[in-house]
């Protein structure tokens, strides 16, 4: 070992003496260079509201299940489209079995709360100060741990061996073992500039794959981005880019625990979704605790099929249910929207036209000679 020891201090001195950073110093330099850029976080653990079994169905019912858009064709090696003849059964048990496949791709990164870096102390060796200007790094290798359980602790020049910081140790792993699609370097995609070129042209959805497959969901660095991109998608109330995506529940989750849920129950009025409106509103009262009656809770918290064909008129029924919605959303807007103009026009409008449209539908099933 000491032998060893000796060798390193020896490359190390050569390597001084050429005038370089030694590739040790450069490999296990902290790769975050944005920590001064402030985001919006959390103040406390979302994970316990996150995985609650209400709020789970309430995301997954207004990321809306469009098996279009899921199945879209992508930028990747095979990407054939195959074509078979069906009988109505057959096409039934493969509709079916492609609603299932789809909610596995739909299934929603988890919304954690950031992890803090703390390196324990282990014991502190004075004799060994000064032996070395570099720090040695020790890795369990062990076949079969998980990457959280292995130990990795760091020498200092002065002797302290503690835990190595979170960035060493996962660079570590990456090396020893690889995770498909990791880089050991964060990517430069993520670096401001280049980042907000991706947002400016709508590559949400990207950026996002991308964070999840870099970055672990409690890292200060997926908070961090995963926050701006959200932000960029509400500024620009560019919904339809994520909605029916993996992301889009956490997004909404974002919104909601953040207050920010106007411009989105805007866009939720104004394309008819209004049952995900109230779904929002849903949301937005169980993070906070805000008062909500019973009735309409109970109603979009009821199993529902996922709506995968768009019917060319609603039927009179829903549009008396569209109603009650429509009252719940109102509701919400005077006591508790930021956005009140914009929020009360488009209700208004909506109102209107819906009149008409019952009307229409009441008038029709008379001529047909129905109650």
Not at 18 to 44: C, I, M
Not at 342 to 361: D, G, M, P, V
Request: glycine share 4%; charged share 25%; aromatic share 10%.
């Amino acid at each position: 070992m000491w032998k060893m020891f000796r060798e390193l201090r020896l490359v190390g001195g050569l390597a001084r003496q050429r005038g370089t950073v030694p590739q040790a110093a450069r490999f296990f330099s902290s790769s975050t260079n944005t920590d001064s850029e402030p985001f919006l976080s959390y103040d406390k653990d979302p994970a316990p509201a996150f995985m609650r079994d209400d709020v789970q169905q309430l995301l997954k019912s207004i990321t809306r299940l469009e098996l279009d858009k899921v199945f879209r064709k992508r930028s990747v090696k095979d990407n054939t489209v195959e074509y078979r003849f069906m009988t109505d059964d057959q096409l039934r048990q493969e509709l079916v079995q492609s609603i299932g496949h789809a909610q596995q791709m739909l299934q929603m990164p988890p919304v954690v709360q950031e992890q803090q870096d703390t390196c324990r102390v282990i014991s502190k060796d004075g004799a060994l100060k000064a032996f070395s200007t570099t720090k040695f790094v020790f890795t369990d290798i062990t076949y079969g741990l998980k990457n959280s359980q292995r130990s990795i602790v760091v020498r200092d020049p002065d002797g302290t061996l503690q835990e190595a910081p979170y960035e060493t140790r996962k660079r570590l792993n990456q090396i020893y073992f690889p995770l498909t699609g990791r880089s050991v370097h964060q990517p430069p995609m993520f670096e401001s500039v280049y980042m907000q070129r991706l947002l400016d042209e709508g590559k949400y959805e990207f950026v996002l794959d991308r964070a999840c497959v870099q970055f672990e969901p409690y890292e200060r660095d997926y908070h961090q981005i995963t926050a701006k991109v959200y932000q960029h998608v509400n500024d620009s109330r560019s919904f339809d880019a994520l909605r029916s995506t993996r992301h889009f529940g956490p997004f909404v989750f974002f919104l909601a625990w953040h207050r920010l849920v106007d411009d989105l129950l805007l866009d939720m009025v104004k394309q008819d979704y209004l049952r995900n409106a109230v779904e929002l509103i849903v949301l937005y009262s169980t993070l906070h605790g805000t008062a909500l009656d019973e009735g309409p809770k109970q109603l979009v918290l009821q199993p529902q099929m996922p709506n995968l064909f768009d019917a060319p008129e609603k039927s009179i029924d829903e549009l008396k249910q569209d109603e009650q919605f429509l009252a719940v959303v109102e509701q919400f807007v005077h006591e508790h929207g930021t956005k009140k103009v914009q929020l009360n026009l488009a209700i208004q409008a909506y109102r209107e036209l819906a009149t008409e449209k019952l009307q229409l539908a009441q008038g029709i099933r008379r001529m047909h000679g129905e109650s």
